[in-house]
T-cell receptor, first 110, second 114 residues
Framework: EADIYQTPRYLVIGTGKKITLECSQTMGHDKMYWYQQDPGMELHLIHYSYGVNSTEKGDLSSESTVSRIRTEHFPLTLESARPSHTSQYLC?????????FGPGTRLTVT | AQSVTQLGSHVSVSEGALVLLRCNYSSSVPPYLFWYVQYPNQGLQLLLKYTTGATLVKGINGFEAEFKKSETSFHLTKPSAHMSDAAEYFCAVSGEAAGNKLTFGGGTRVLVKP
């Protein structure tokens, strides 16, 4: 079983602020993913990584950026938050055919 | 390309009644199929998965799903609903050719009435 941690769990922040959503995992999985989920809606892949120094954009265009300097860490950054970024962000890892999800960060930009 | 369609964004069932959530997929390669459950303010938890082999798959919490290639379906069932089954359920598909990326359906919210 994978342990995936996301911090903060909830964040309310003003427009224009820079924010970083943290995601870390303890299982050494190479593949990691970021999804964006609006309330009551499906998940959209916004970023993924197949290992250290590997990052790719997902299916949904996003103004966020990611980095993968260490296997266990996959942070997502918004340089200038806007109300349109209000959403839930879910981090996941993958091993073989299973994805494991973190608890999510619910972001509100006012 | 791959896609998933979940019929019904909301399903209401009585406690003790059958739960049936419908999922149809399209995939250009042999699919791997998944059902996830999401409780409020939480991440997704894997209920069950189909990769190869037996087409009837049993998962946690009494759920099962049957892969029907001819119908491109992977419907989720539970014989008797419990109040704790109230949640959002997502069907997802992936394939080796798609780089192991999951494509999710729109989700079905299940309400269980006492």
């Amino acid at each position: 079983e994978a342990d995936i941690y996301q911090t903060p769990r909830y964040l309310v922040i003003g427009t224009g602020k820079k924010i970083t959503l943290e995601c870390s995992q303890t299982m050494g999985h190479d593949k990691m993913y970021w999804y964006q989920q609006d309330p009551g809606m499906e998940l959209h892949l916004i970023h993924y990584s197949y290992g250290v120094n590997s990052t790719e954009k997902g299916d949904l265009s996003s103004e966020s950026t990611v980095s993968r300097i260490r296997t266990e860490h996959f942070p997502l950054t918004l340089e200038s938050a806007r109300p349109s970024h209000t959403s839930q962000y879910l981090c996941a890892t993958r091993q073989f055919h299973e994805q494991y999800f973190g608890p999510g960060t619910r972001l509100t930009v006012t | 390309a791959q896609s998933v369609t979940q019929l019904g964004s909301h399903v209401s069932v009585s406690e003790g009644a059958l739960v049936l959530l419908r999922c149809n997929y399209s995939s250009s390669v042999p699919p791997y199929l998944f059902w996830y459950v999401q409780y409020p303010n939480q991440g997704l938890q894997l209920l069950l998965k189909y990769t190869t082999g037996a087409t009837l798959v049993k998962g946690i919490n009494g759920f099962e799903a049957e892969f029907k290639k001819s119908e491109t379906s992977f419907h989720l069932t539970k014989p008797s609903a419990h109040m704790s089954d109230a949640a959002e359920y997502f069907c997802a598909v992936s394939g080796e050719a798609a780089g192991n990326k999951l494509t999710f359906g729109g989700g079905t919210r299940v309400l269980v009435k006492p």
